[in-house]
């Protein structure tokens, strides 16, 4: 049976073949030590559960919500903006609640493209930063996502060889998955490129707070003449340990927050009113939840460094995210990937992300999720020890544990 057109233009899930064998050893007994998907297990800080069960038992807050979030929640996240970046946002013109960052960037795909419009995305990048353009009508070019001279020099050529000229770029720093970090001179170039050439910026900052060195991971708006060219999503997902609340933010430009409102607006009434005044909360509230958090995953990317790199496996540190991007072991690398993944599941009980489903350019790794606890990556890292050691034959049950 021939598959829808828009169905069509979407590729197999990668991730999904790679679920499928973990589902599969699950099923049989085996111990899946599961680093893939990037799913926080920290639990969500106290004071927020505790707001949400208290205003869950309001009837009144069973009804419909506001699709472009509650005034109070709109409000804390300028606040947050104020406080963390020193921006000043409007809350009524340049805020919109979404359901997690993931929602927002689909949405405002389908607020500002028409059918064969030309996005700038970095390859590899999280995967709805491309498909959610592609579900759209949109035609990706892909940019290297390390933010450097060559990213600049990809964005000239885009712009003197796409027909019609590229009407967005995307941005995405703290990078998932490649962990790298952009400073504010690099979103000065960006910005300046943008109104040069009349492009949105669409930036993702979901991984704001999720950072181990000095230095904070700024905000485009931190930059002069950002709100003429940009909007920048934020999540509470990982900030704090939120994922399946699924709450975040638009901000930014008033016009294209505006269209993206009134696409939700058709779509949607809004998060749960309980959860949005639990996330009210969250932002409101203290940031000793957030340093914690921040900890853990410092701790655990360097028991992971360590314990791999003994294990024969070099992964550099990331500076930023709950994410490891890791070359291939050399000699695995001409499997891809896809195979890779696959092999450690099925003989070192260890999931990753196979690399080449955050675009072709990440075939040569896999990304590491930072989401089990220190016993479980140093068991993960004597699996992978004797994987390596024996050429790839089945180790995962290996009795000298």
Not at 101 to 116: D, L, R, V, W
Not at 147 to 173: C, M, Q, T, W
Request: hydrophobic letters at 40%.
């Amino acid at each position: 049976m021939e598959e829808f057109h828009r169905i069509r233009r979407l590729p197999p899930y990668v991730f999904e073949q790679v679920n499928r064998l973990k589902a599969s050893a699950r099923a049989a007994g085996a111990d899946i030590i599961d680093l893939g998907m990037g799913n926080p297990d920290l639990p969500t800080p106290q004071h927020i559960v505790d707001k949400l069960t208290e205003t869950v038992r309001d009837p009144r807050t069973h009804r419909y919500s506001a699709s472009k979030g509650i005034p109070g929640l709109r409000r804390a996240q300028a606040a947050y903006y104020k406080r963390r970046f020193g921006v000043t946002l409007d809350p009524d013109r340049e805020i919109v609640a979404t359901l997690g960052s993931k929602e927002g960037f689909a949405n405002m795909a389908q607020a500002i493209t028409a059918p064969g419009d030309v996005v700038l995305v970095p390859n590899p990048t999280y995967p709805i930063h491309a498909f959610g353009f592609i579900i759209s009508g949109g035609v990706i070019r892909s940019i290297p996502a390390e933010p450097d001279d060559g990213f600049f020099e990809a964005l000239d050529r885009a712009v003197r060889h796409s027909i019609p000229k590229p009407v967005a770029v995307i941005l995405n720093y703290p990078s998932n998955p490649t962990a790298y970090v952009a400073d504010r001179d690099f979103y000065k170039r960006v910005v300046a490129f943008a109104k040069q050439h009349d492009i949105f910026v669409l930036s993702d900052l979901a991984y704001s707070e999720i950072f181990f060195d000095d230095v904070p991971p700024p905000s485009i708006f931190e930059v002069d003449g950002a709100r003429d060219v940009a909007v920048e999503f934020t999540s509470l997902s990982k900030t704090y340990s939120m994922p399946g609340w699924r709450m975040g933010f638009a901000v930014g430009n008033e016009r294209l927050i505006s269209a993206l409102s009134r696409v939700k607006s058709y779509l949607d009434y809004g998060a749960f009113t309980p959860i949005q005044v639990a996330a009210t909360a969250a932002l409101n509230g203290p940031d000793d939840c957030i340093e914690e958090a921040r900890a853990i995953y410092k701790h655990r990317r360097d028991v992971m460094v360590d314990a791999f790199g003994r294990a024969g496996w070099d992964v550099p540190p990331p500076p930023a995210t709950m994410f490891a991007w890791a070359p291939i072991p050399e000699a695995f690398r001409e499997m891809g990937s896809l195979e890779f993944s696959k092999l450690l599941v099925e003989r070192a009980g260890v999931a990753v992300a196979p690399g080449v489903g955050f675009g072709e350019y990440g075939d040569g790794h896999v990304r590491i999720a930072l989401v089990e606890n220190e016993q479980r990556i140093r068991q993960a890292a004597r699996n992978i020890r004797r994987f390596l050691a024996s050429g790839g034959e089945n180790v995962q049950n290996d009795p000298t544990d």
